[in-house]
């Protein structure tokens, strides 16, 4: 107040404003300083899972050091492709006339050889190059040859959707300091024998669609990179190959026998130096009846198998395996007893279905269901258990399987307990009868269930006989959004064979 007007002069105090100002500063200290005590190979691995190469750039602002290594990573897309987060594709999509596109491709080979050349020797972590149809195959084997005169940690090349087209191996034959290689497309890979060490630092391969010039291709590649340890494979098995080539081969230089030695009917791994294996074998119209997988990994710790094509597997019992998911669509004894050695397991419905459908004609040939003694392995070590349930028909076979993983402490039923279409086409008797496994009343600790929406009346008197016989049980977790009051209070309700047994819903 000023004393001689009388009148009131209001003034923000100073050093409020200060405070506020300098924790601010403090604030985004802080930030700076979680980033810079980053180490550089976090910092790249996680800016390299970013798939989305303009996300990517956009990290470079939260530190000058981060900013850096942003600089060593290089993204390169070809004009008129765009990127689907979804489908994790690229898809060609131009209303340009011919001469306009083939200005803009010459605008983007021009500008990828100007970047390079600014660096003037500059590591590279990360090289990633996407090609649409337009490419220019001479430009892009002297981007890569300029390329292989930086070092190069990680390289991906990809290739757009729906777009088969050729690309030689021969080319990078010479990127020795290659720590993980990406090669998404019709990339034809032709690796020969040889006592020589292709890639002396390789530790991650993903092949990703592309075409095997002969059944040892990728046995030689393998073998030539002595510290691998993961191996990512993913194969589209094609029912018409006259259908392909008619319809969708784009490069006239593709001889006629490439897309018929991409038909590999034994598909072999080997590495002492392998740990983890990720197999994805799809076929489009089940027209591949025959086809074997080899595997020889003591070292193997992880595995994942999607397969609908394979009808033999051998694997050499991998020592050290501790986790396997399976997604078969045939059945195979070999390729579970070899896996049962594991701690964690993951099982489809289609796996499940197709073990029970064993099972059923097993009992119709033989009237007696004691033959799954013989047909379902023991897992002795098993601790996790990840499975999905068709409908009610699997509920008795998942209690017979359950005997044979007698240490099992935690499962999780992926997909709820039954599929609504299940239960109108079948007869629902839960097993209220059933003797419970031997796990249920010495090991088990907890069960999930996942993905219900509605609880349906199987459904609770199946959830009845889980709490009423796990006698060990710790924690019982349902996923029910929908589910409603009274089902809750009945489910809460239920007898329990364990009395340190807590039930939650979320």
């Known amino acids: 107040m000023n004393l001689r007007s009388g009148n009131v002069v209001s003034k923000r105090p100073k050093h409020s404003s200060s405070a506020a100002a300098h924790n601010n500063v403090i604030k985004q200290e802080e930030k700076k300083n979680f980033f810079n005590k980053l180490p550089d190979d976090l910092i790249t691995k996680i800016i390299s899972l970013i798939s989305d190469a303009r996300d990517a750039k956009r990290t470079c602002i939260l530190s000058k050091r981060w900013n850096y290594i942003c ?18 594709e690229f898809f060609y999509y131009s209303n340009k006339s011919v001469s306009s596109s083939k200005k803009q491709v010459k605008k983007f080979h021009d500008s990828v050889d100007k970047v390079l050349a600014l660096r003037h020797g500059m590591p590279i972590q990360k090289f990633f190059l996407c090609l649409s149809i337009d490419y220019d195959s001479n430009c892009v084997l002297n981007l890569l040859r300029t390329v ?20 030689y191996w021969n080319i990078l034959e010479k990127f020795n300091t290659l720590i993980e290689l990406t090669l998404n497309g019709k990339f034809l890979l032709d690796v020969r024998e040889c006592d020589s060490v292709l890639f002396p630092s390789l530790k991650k391969l993903n092949l990703i669609y592309v075409v095997y010039a002969s059944e040892h291709t990728l046995m030689n590649l393998i073998s030539q990179c002595p510290v691998l340890e993961e191996l990512s494979v ?77 009808s033999k597997y051998h694997m050499k019992e991998p020592l050290s395996l501790v986790e396997a998911h399976v997604d078969v669509y045939r059945r195979n ?15 489809t419905c289609q796996t499940i279905s ?27 070590n098993l601790v996790k258990l990840l499975i999905g349930i068709n409908g009610t028909s699997d509920w008795e076979f998942l209690l017979v399987l359950l005997n044979h993983m007698p240490n099992l402490e935690r499962i999780t039923f992926t997909d709820g307990l ?40 199987e459904e609770f008197a ?16 349902l996923n029910a959004p929908k589910i409603n009051p009274w089902q809750r209070a009945d489910i809460l309700s239920f007898s329990r064979g364990s009395k340190f047994c807590r039930v939650e819903f979320f």
């Open 71 to 88: 600089a060593s990573i290089l993204y390169f897309v070809m004009p008129f492709l765009r990127y689907n987060k979804k489908m994790n």
């Open 333 to 347: 004894l070999e390729l579970f007893t070899s896996l049962s050695s594991v701690k964690i397991l993951t099982l």
């Open 418 to 457: 039954v599929h609504v279409d299940q239960i109108r086409n079948q007869n629902c008797n839960p097993p209220v009868e059933t003797p419970p496994p031997s796990c249920f009343l010495s090991k088990l600790k907890e069960i999930t269930i996942l993905n219900m929406v509605d609880l349906l009346w």
């Open 148 to 167: 292989n005169h930086f070092p190069v940690q990680q390289l991906e090349l990809r290739l757009a959707a729906y777009y088969e087209f050729m690309f």
């Open 234 to 310: 993913k194969k589209h098995f094609y029912w018409n190959i006259n259908y392909l080539k008619n319809n969708y081969l784009k490069n006239n230089d593709l001889e006629n026998n490439d897309l018929e030695n991409n038909y590999l009917e034994t598909f072999k791994v080997s590495s002492v130096s392998l740990k983890r294996l990720s197999l994805s074998l799809i076929d489009y119209n089940s027209a591949v009846m025959v086809h074997e997988v080899f595997v020889d990994a003591p070292n193997l710790e992880y595995i994942y198998i999607l397969d609908e094509v394979t």
């Open 354 to 380: 197709v073990e029970y459908m064993l099972i059923l004609r097993m009992i119709y040939a033989f009237n007696t269901i004691d033959g799954l003694t013989w047909a379902t392995p023991l897992f002795l």
């Open 462 to 477: 199946f959830t009845k006989y889980l709490l009423n016989n796990a006698t060990k049980l710790e924690i019982f977790k």
